[in-house]
């Protein structure tokens, strides 16, 4: 036994002769199936999502596309996963790979001097909040992601953008959580709720939709 084998011995136990499938034989029809059910989930979530939203992503992008043309600026925030995507989104649309025009946008999760220190010196709640305060003016954009909707230093963040002027974008799952009650208070412009209670799939969709923003954003702006 040697290389993966030896690594993972329990997946190369035989069948018994009568012809029961080896673990391994079992493992992969398991994933085999596992991945297709995912694939049909996810195109529900995408199909739902365009059904209920696909208007309104568009005029989304179109506001979008007026605050950049007016010299207005991205900024995304998100904690966790969630974290990891407004880093995503910032780079979308500040370095395309696909050659489309560069827009002016930051992650604020990337600057983890001013997030830690607010973090330990104030509080967590207002490590998104804070930046924006200091830095954005009405013709920007907040983009804030959180599967849940319930992300206080999200839900802070937003209430700031509001007071700014800046156009609040959001992006949550479920049932929107706490988001969608700041969206019918107003502190949140478009709220893209990811129909879905997996993670996973939330993630995947909110991906799909901050893609496709980006691409009307950018069609606006050629017109």
Known sequence: MSGVEELYPFLYERGDPGGTPGRLATVLAEVARSTRDKIVEIERVRGELLAAQGERIGMCAEEMAR???AGGRLFSFGNGGSSTDAEAVAHQF????????????????QDVATLTALANDVSFDVVFARPLAAACRPTDIAVGLSTSGGSRNVLRAFTEAHRIGMLTVGFAGYSGGAMAEAADAGEIDYLFVMPSDSVHRIQEAQTTTYHVLWE???????Q
Do not use: E, H, K
């Open 67 to 69: 605050r950049f043309a």
């Open 94 to 109: 500040l370095s395309p790979a696909d050659g489309g025009r560069r827009l002016p946008a930051r992650a604020l999760t």
């Open 216 to 222: 009307l954003v950018q069609l606006a702006l050629a």
